[in-house]
Structure formats: structure tokens, C-alpha cells
């Protein structure tokens, strides 16, 4: 919804939304960001918090599990310690 201005009280449009991304990036310094990097970004820390697949898939919006796994970034350390912790759940 918008605050102020001469379309206050109505419903924020992607131009609107995208004019607001412009100028706040362009204040802070940073130009090459854009909407998109920090939906990405916020995919990619979810996942590396260890929420669940099927969840993220429903928060990011995406059709099936596959777009979201691009989220994941394992690291060698993360996938030792996953394998690990699956095999003492094995053997006790």
C-alpha cells in the first residue's frame, strides 16, 4: 500500500516498487543490486539455515523442488558433516 503521495492508499505497482529499489540503491552505493539478487539471497541464507526444502519451495513461490535445489549451495565441510551425522544414525 502506498504511504504518501498522490496514489495514497492504493496498491504499491511493480513500477512503483521498482522506482523505490532505484533510488534507495543508488543512495546506498549500490547499483548492481536488484530485487531479483536479494530474493536470491534470502533463498540461499533459508537454505543454509537448514529449513526444509518443501518449505523454501512454497516460500520462494516455485512449481517444484528442482527450481529451489538451486537455492542450496553445499559446501565440502557441510556435506562431511551430513554424512557423518547420517551414519551414526545408522549404526546406534
Known amino acids: ?43 540461499t541464507e533459508l537454505a543454509a539455515a537448514g529449513i526444509d526444502l518443501l518449505v523454501l519451495r512454497d516460500l520462494m513461490g516455485h512449481a517444484s523442488p528442482e527450481t529451489t535445489a538451486g537455492y542450496v549451495h553445499l559446501s565440502a565441510t557441510t556435506l562431511a558433516e551430513e554424512y557423518a551425522a547420517a551414519r551414526s544414525r545408522l549404526e546406534s
Open 1 to 43: 500500500m502506498v504511504l504518501r503521495g498522490p496514489t495514497t492508499g492504493h496498491a504499491l505497482t511493480e513500477a512503483g516498487l521498482r522506482r523505490i529499489f532505484r533510488t534507495h540503491r543508488l543512495r546506498a552505493g549500490t547499483p548492481l543490486v536488484r530485487p531479483h539478487r536479494l530474493r536470491h539471497t534470502y533463498g
